[in-house]
């Protein structure tokens, strides 16, 4: 086990990555394992894990490299736990309603479309679609749950994907030497004044973010009053009955005007949701696109599917307009 943990401290980044698909294609099954003191669980079916999330209270914690996430997220909704926890996640939840998540629609199709143009452009060359893909979720995400459009601000968004890149760097790094893990040996060796270099333009740019939302939602004078009189659902558990639903960033801000969450506060769900929302779509989205070059016959499955629904969607289009 030791001879492992030493092992894993020398690999690269693509190393990493490949171990475990190594060892899925060795065993074929879920597999536990032990790197230095940490415990590991690497699940290929989702029912082998079905029993421990389904029947237990025991596992409502966050595994403790989570903690290498708090100089960054501090203790927002992805790292936090308990009455902190319950209370940001009910505060939340109404803003990812399906109802709201339908008014983000054309943001989706807006986005979709400059990412097509921006993938015609490559001309069929070779090119890594990472920095693409994040491009595009990153852009998706501020517009949508921030209400933030990107392209008005300049660098910034460059600015922020480099610096989550370099954030994933030495996490990636941390976690796999067992002596960084203790705080003051990772303060006393200088990697957390490097973190929080890095970490400079990516609170720079939340805090812009905020900024220029706080302001677009002042001058909606966004008032208790004005919102009940907009009301048309009595669907919302965080405002209780007939109150109308936020995007994510103005449920903070109208959050904060009634006293429920502070500036810190706000900060850390900021980060949390542009970090979380933009760096896992992304994720599936690069995968996703490997596969289906790897699958070709999938991919025209899936080119004919779209034909199929867009020409379905045309005809009932036509009879609609006929009529
Ligand atoms: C394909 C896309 C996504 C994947 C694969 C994904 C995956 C996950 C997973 C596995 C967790 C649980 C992590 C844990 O508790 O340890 C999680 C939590 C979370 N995700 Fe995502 N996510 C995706 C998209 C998003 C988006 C678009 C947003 C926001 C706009 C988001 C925001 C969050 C937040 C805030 C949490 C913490 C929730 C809580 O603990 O209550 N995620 N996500």
Redesign the pocket.
């Known amino acids: 086990m030791i001879k492992n943990g030493f092992y894993f401290t020398i690999l690269g980044a693509d190393q990493i990555f490949k171990m475990p698909r190594e060892i899925a294609l060795k065993y074929k099954k879920s597999v536990r394992g032990k790197i230095f003191h940490i415990e590991t669980f690497l699940v290929l079916r989702a029912k082998d894990v079905e029993r421990i999330l389904t029947n237990s209270t025991q596992h409502l914690t966050?595994g403790f490299v989570y903690n290498f996430l708090h100089p960054f997220l501090k203790t927002g909704?992805?790292t936090s736990d308990g009455e902190k926890?319950h209370t940001r996640?009910r505060m939340l939840t109404p803003a990812f309603h399906f109802n709201i998540l339908k008014e983000y629609c054309e943001v989706f199709k807006e986005e979709s479309d400059q990412l097509v143009e921006i993938i015609k452009a490559t001309n069929g060359k070779v090119v890594d679609v990472v920095p693409i893909s994040t491009q595009f979720t990153l852009n998706t995400?501020c517009e949508s749950?921030m209400g933030i459009k990107l392209s008005n601000l300049g660098n910034d968004g460059q600015k922020y994907r480099n610096g989550i890149y370099q954030i994933g760097k030495k996490l990636i790094h941390r976690s796999m030497r067992p002596w960084l893990h203790v705080d003051f040996i990772y303060k006393l060796l200088g990697h957390l004044r490097e973190f929080e270099e890095i970490l400079k333009p990516v609170n720079q740019f939340t805090q812009t973010i905020i900024d220029k939302r706080r302001i677009d939602f002042n001058n909606k004078k966004m008032n208790k009053k004005e919102i009940e009189k907009e009301a048309d659902d009595n669907e919302n558990i965080y405002m209780g009955s007939k109150k109308k639903r936020f995007a994510m960033m103005d449920t903070l801000l109208q959050a904060q005007s009634e006293g429920l969450i502070d500036d810190e506060g706000i900060i850390e769900e900021t980060d949390?949701?542009t970090f979380?929302?933009h760096d896992?779509?992304s994720a599936?989205m690069s995968f996703t696109l490997l596969l289906l070059a790897h699958h070709p016959e999938v991919q025209e499955k899936l080119y004919e599917e779209i034909q199929m629904l867009l020409m379905e969607k045309m005809i009932l289009l036509l009879m609609i307009l006929i009529k």
């Open positions: 966050k909704l992805l926890w996640r995400v749950a949390t949701f979380e929302g896992t779509s599936c």
